[in-house]
């Protein structure tokens, strides 16, 4: 069964099976002891993913249950987290490689890429009975499957979903502004000229997007990025909250496929953005703090290419941003409540049409 709703009518019960065919896949990820065991963590997170952003989705009715199934899928996933992400930043170092093609860039990457395997096999090392441990996880899913088929729903079609599913758009949102707002009050740019610049943004701007870009590229082409800062943090934040509409998205994409389905890749890209620059991030710090580590060996050289490389790495990283905030005042220029009115009559059309073929 694929991650949608096929029908506009009996919802609560699709969802349920939803949840239901997630844990079961990730079961069997997990009990999949013929694949790569990263591939299986990686595949097992990502149903993990799905099946709470169902729970969100259905949060307000589901009251005090919703704290329980979410408790045990977080407490979980956390089992499985230090060996992805040692595999995630392994596979992140190697992909960034190509935008930083100098010897002594690729020198540096390379290194830190080796200590990043190291990492990886400490991170396994510490798991020597890990087909056991998944497997034991497996069983524990299992054992929720019938908690999950008794959740009853006093609503049912779309006012079932409408409360969570607008409270998550308006939390992406304002994380959204919450991000664009702190790169523009980082900025070093001379106030004066910053109102300047936003008067001539809003006379060009055609849509909120180029709004957002325009501003993004005023703000952010000065702004220091510390790692640790509170717009960083805002930026980690907001990739979940996307992640989480993606998923949502994904669910309706039957209300009207031709819209939504590009919603949900464009979702998906802003995701994958905002993952690369947290990624650079992470990068840069293990890359400042490996230096420091041996800098009493580093010769004045390396120590000017390590720093050239943490600018690079800030450079790609406004880049990101940039493309981030670009294509995210596209994605949640509508408020809360235009954006749930439009997508409710998409569901509404849909629902009639159905009731046509019938």
Request: charge should be positive; charged fraction near 30%; glycine fraction near 6%.
């Amino acid at each position: 069964m694929k991650f949608q709703i096929k029908e506009p009518q009996c919802t609560g019960k699709q969802l349920r099976q939803i949840i239901i065919n997630c844990l079961a896949d990730a079961t069997a990820q997990l009990c999949d002891q013929h694949t790569n065991v990263h591939a299986r963590i990686h595949e097992t997170r990502k149903r993990f993913k799905e099946v709470r952003s169902v729970l969100l989705l259905i949060r307000p009715a589901l009251g005090q249950a919703y704290q329980k199934e979410s408790q045990w899928i977080t407490t979980t996933a956390r089992q499985l987290a230090s060996l992805r992400d040692a595999k995630a930043m392994l596979e992140a170092c190697d992909s960034i490689k190509k935008y930083f093609s100098r010897p002594a860039e690729q020198e540096i990457l390379s290194e830190l890429s080796l200590e990043l395997e190291n990492n990886l096999d400490l991170a396994l090392a510490r798991h020597p009975e890990l087909d056991r441990e998944l497997a034991k996880i497996g069983k524990v899913k299992r054992n929720s499957r019938s908690r999950i088929m008794s959740l009853t729903f006093e609503k049912d079609d779309f006012e079932l979903i409408k409360p969570g599913y607008q409270q998550c758009y308006r939390r992406g949102r304002s994380l959204y502004h919450t991000c664009l707002s702190s790169h523009l009050k980082a900025s070093h740019t001379n106030a004066s000229h910053l109102k300047g610049r936003r008067k001539i943004i809003s006379q060009e701007a055609v849509d909120p997007g180029e709004t957002a870009l325009k501003a993004a590229e005023v703000a952010i082409n000065h702004a220091p990025l510390k790692p640790g800062s509170p717009s960083q943090a805002d930026f980690h934040r907001w990739r979940k909250w996307v992640k989480v509409h993606g998923c949502h998205t994904q669910l309706l994409n039957n209300a009207w496929p031709a819209e939504l389905k590009g919603r949900e890749e464009a979702l998906k890209q802003l995701g994958i953005i905002l993952g690369d620059d947290h990624d650079l991030l992470v990068l840069g710090k293990l890359t400042k703090d490996r230096y420091n580590t041996s800098k009493a060996k580093a010769t004045p050289g390396y120590k000017k290419e390590v720093k050239t490389l943490i600018k690079l790495f800030g450079k790609r990283r406004r880049q990101l941003q940039t493309e981030a905030l670009s294509l995210g005042g596209r994605l949640y220029a509508e408020k809360p409540n235009a954006h749930l009115a439009r997508i409710e009559a998409y569901w509404q059309s849909w629902r009639e049409d159905s009731g046509q073929m019938h």
